[in-house]
């Protein structure tokens, strides 16, 4: 798979180089565990697509640069690829890859797998950091390069930027989704016990939430702090830092991931079903009004990236 691979994506080299360094909002989608799209701001369709994937799980971009991770899943591999140079390197040995978090400051990327999450160089060349963890999630704070970690057997911590844990945060049942912001704060989701909890950069509980029924894909504006959160994958719900619900509107039929482009507040959902019931990739207004609706076959992952240095 790895030599097709690499031949798709040097043939798709020069179609990219041209955005590389002029990163403004695309989005990258995984569609059918097979097939990577990059959509524009505006959710027409750029001619970058790498098909012939086994098992794609997600696609995590570096908005500071426009380089791309891509985890399948059954390769037990992690691809980098730099649409600039049109290079496509692999980081094997990692079981089961699941979900990416990226460091834009330094291009390092925190890789979550089925038992471990592994801190990989900017460049791809060097695994940083292994940490132990059952079915993990992880979210990276640039400011400081460290990243909290969840362990869906029930703990949570955070760890430095070289792999050493900081502190512990209060367990939870089964937390399987993380988002941090750039002073460490932390939301955590138990989707299977309906928990929202909000802890600080030292591990103290803020806010914790029950009456939010099986909450997933938690992500932080890091322009107001508030967090976006999907409710029985079809509700959006946006809460301020505090945990006072600001808006609530259905946004899908079956709301697999959500990525956030703070920059015009939109809020990009994969939706498994959409209007088509084949798979839909929309954008919403922080408003609750859909910008957009694309369709995308099955789309499971999606990747905007930002960060205040962007």
């Not at 209060?170 to 016990?193: L, R, T």
Request: glycine share 10%; aromatic share 8%.
């Amino acid at each position: 798979m790895m030599k097709k691979l690499f031949w798709v994506v040097i043939l798709l080299g020069l179609t990219v180089a041209t955005s590389y360094g002029q990163y403004n909002g695309e989005c990258w989608v995984v569609s059918g565990g097979e097939t990577i799209y990059k959509l524009y701001s505006n959710g027409q369709a750029d001619p970058t697509v790498i098909p012939n994937l086994t098992q794609a799980s997600a696609a995590e971009v570096n908005p500071a640069d426009g380089v791309v991770w891509i985890a399948v899943s059954a390769a037990n591999t992690v691809y980098r690829y730099d649409p600039n140079s049109g290079a496509f390197s692999e980081i094997p040995d990692i079981t089961r890859p699941n979900q990416i978090a990226i460091n834009p400051a330094d291009g390092s990327a925190w890789i979550a797998g089925l038992d471990a999450v592994k801190k990989v160089s900017g460049d791809g060349t060097q695994v940083v950091a292994t940490i132990s963890a059952h079915e993990p999630a992880v979210a990276v704070n640039p400011k400081d390069g460290s990243a909290w970690i969840t362990n869906a057997r029930g703990s949570i911590a955070r760890y430095d930027a070289a792999g050493n844990k900081v502190v512990d945060a209060p367990a939870m049942g089964e937390p399987k989704g993380v988002s941090v912001d750039y002073d460490g704060n932390a939301w955590i989701a138990d989707s299977q016990h309906s928990v929202l909890m909000r802890v600080s950069a030292s591990g103290q509980k803020l806010v914790e939430i029950t009456d939010i029924p099986n909450p997933t894909s938690p992500r932080i504006n890091p322009i107001d702090g508030s967090l976006w959160v999907v409710s029985q994958q079809s509700m959006l719900i946006n809460l301020g830092p505090d945990g006072t619900k600001k808006t609530e509107f259905l946004a899908g039929m079956a709301i697999v991931a959500i990525t956030l482009s703070p920059a015009d507040g939109g809020i990009w959902i994969a939706d498994l079903l959409g209007e088509t019931f084949q798979g839909e990739i929309s954008k919403w207004s922080s408003a609750g009004q859909p910008l957009f609706k694309n369709p995308i076959p099955q789309p499971s992952s999606v990747s905007v990236g930002y960060w205040a240095g962007n």
